[in-house]
Structures are given as C-alpha cells and as structure tokens.
C-alpha cells in the first residue's frame, strides 16, 4: 500500500481571523528521495503567530506563503528515507517542514537534535526559535540591568515565558502580562515572576502604575495594541522597548493600531526596537547551550503544549492560540513518536 502525505495548503488570503476554507487539505504519495535529498517523517509541528502573517501578501521580513504551496511552518520528526550523505534514516531533525506528514529535504537549513537530551517538541520551543527570540530579544535589545523592572507582555505563551525567566535569571523584577487568573499563577508561582496582571480582568495601566511605581526599565512587547499603550505611559528614563511581536493586531481587519502614547519615548529618553530572530542565527549554539544550563539546574522551566489530531486539527489549533487557549509553547502532534 503506498503511503499518503496529508498537507495543508493555502487556499485563500484571509480576513481577520483564518477560516477552514482558507485551507486546502490535500493527500500525495510520500515523496521519494532524489541524490542528496532525504525525507523526514514529521513528529511535531510548531504554531506560530506569525503564521498569519506569512499567509498576508505583501513584503514582510520573510516571503509570504504562495497560494496552494504547503503551509510553512518549523517541525522536528526523523529521517525516514535518505540519499544524502550527511543525514541518515533515523537522525532526528529540526527545521521549516510545512504543515504536512512528510517533508522532502536537501538539507538546508536543517539541523540535528538529540531526543536523549530533551523531547522533540523542545526543540520546536524553548531549545528552538521561541527560546531563540527570547534569549535575543531580551539580553541583545531590551539590554537588562540587575535590579531593572522587566515587563513581558504575552507574558505565559512560548516566547514570554522564557524572556520573563531570562530576566529574572538576571537579576530583575519581572512583571507579566497574561490573559486569565490562571495563567497568571502559573508565572508568579512556577515560574517565579514577581508579579503578574491579568489584562482580562484588570485595568493595565493602573496595575504597572502599582507594581512598576518607579516606571519599566524594559518592555518587552509581543501584543502590541492597548497593552503598548498602556505601557508607554510607565517608562523609567531610558526605557528600552523590545519590539517582539503584535499579536493583539495580526487577525485586524482595521488596520493595525500604533502606539498613541509613543511621545512617552521623548519624556523617557526611551527606545523602542524591533528585532528579527533570524539575525542571529550565527549565534544559535550559544543561546542554546545557555539556556540548557539554566534548564538542567531548574532556573528555568520549559513549557510546551502539545495538542493531539495531526495536520488535520492544524487549523483549529491555530484558532485555539489566537484565542489564548496555550500555555507555554503551542506544538501539534503529527505522527506517531
Ligand atoms: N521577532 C521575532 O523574531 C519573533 C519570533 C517568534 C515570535 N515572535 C512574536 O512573539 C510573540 C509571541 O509568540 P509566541 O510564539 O510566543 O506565541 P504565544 O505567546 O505562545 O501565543 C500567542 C498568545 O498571544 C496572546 N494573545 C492572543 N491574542 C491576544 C490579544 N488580542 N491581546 C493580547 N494577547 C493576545 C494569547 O495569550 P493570552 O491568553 O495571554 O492572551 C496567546 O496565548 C508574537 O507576537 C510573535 O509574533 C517574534
């Protein structure tokens, strides 16, 4: 019996929020490797928010997805099939697979990871590009000082929960910013932040005024929208914004909406900076081996949430991270290890 390839294709741009017939579902034979390619059976997808980007036209800081290609997305899985001499059939790999059960590679820009070492869906997370961003993001741009007060906004999805460890691991005070009750114990009582607001149910601007009385040292910003706002309006002298994302505006069918509060920056002396994770790639390594550390002596907690049903739940589970429903580091389970 040949075996299928289920994918996930886009069908359409989306308004707003991606609807189910915005995808194509689509079957094709398992590819079969050429010389110096090889195939890797898929484990584990990653979710991302900026998925609902790259399905927008349109220049971005990476090309958007063309209608009817393959979804792109990171995914860890093992070499099934291979004629490529620097990968054999059962290394586990990392890389930009695609929504999809089997991915064709020629190599680039995969890498080998070691499942003894942590689980697959680790790799897509925190020893992955979430903890990539977070490790950058914080340490490079937002530049903490011992005794800062650190802001993390998306505060308990992947790349908030790490860069508010980060910070703490460096000495600062860190508040969080997450929606619900409960996500906002998990970052005071596991994850050690030392405070967290919940923009669900509070008045934000009230809340830092409280718990950042001396202003926010660093900002570091995945949701943009209010929350940016509310947060321009705290800063110490010499604040240091870290652009990381704007989640709150990526499904808006208005427009995004920019920061209103932005002459705060002026009264501050403050910066606000965007950053690219894929500009650091050269120094990968070495974030990684940093943050193992941090997670082999316990300062530092790994979170992944690993949501069941293969690339067929791909578009309910994206819905489910616009909605809030993740904690730590959204992942789809594809096959079967
Ligand atoms: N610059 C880079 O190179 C780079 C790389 C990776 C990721 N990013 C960015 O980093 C940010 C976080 O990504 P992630 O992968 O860690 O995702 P994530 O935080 O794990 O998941 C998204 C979270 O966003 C929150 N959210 C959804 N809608 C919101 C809204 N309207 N207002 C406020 N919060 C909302 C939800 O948490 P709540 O329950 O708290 O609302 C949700 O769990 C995103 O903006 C992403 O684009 C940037």
Redesign the pocket.
Known sequence: MTQTNTQVRLAARPIGLPKASDWEIREEPVPTPGEGQFVVAISHL?????MR?WMNAGAS?IEPVEIGAVMRAGGVGEVSASQHPGFAVGDHVVGAFGVQEYALSDGMGVNKVDPSLAPLPTYLGTLG??G???YF?LLDVGKPQTGNTVVV?????????VAGQIARIKGCRVIG????EE?CRWLTDELRFDTAID??HEDVRAALREHAPEGIDVYF???????LDAALTRLARGARIV?????????STEGFKGPANYMSLLVARASMT??????YATRFAEAAREIAGWMQDGSLISRE?VVEGGVRAFHDTLLS??????????VLHVGAS
């Open positions: 990653s979710l991302d928010p900026a980007g800081y590009m979430t990539m961003t977070a993001a906004s998306g505060a308990a999805g992947a790349v908030g929960s910013i997450a929606g619900g996500k923009y669900k910003d995945n949701v943009g929208g209010d929350i652009i990381c994302g704007a989640v709150s505006q990526y499904n965007g950053m690219v994770v894929f500009d949430d991270m616009f909605a809030g429903e993740n904690v730590g580091k959204l």
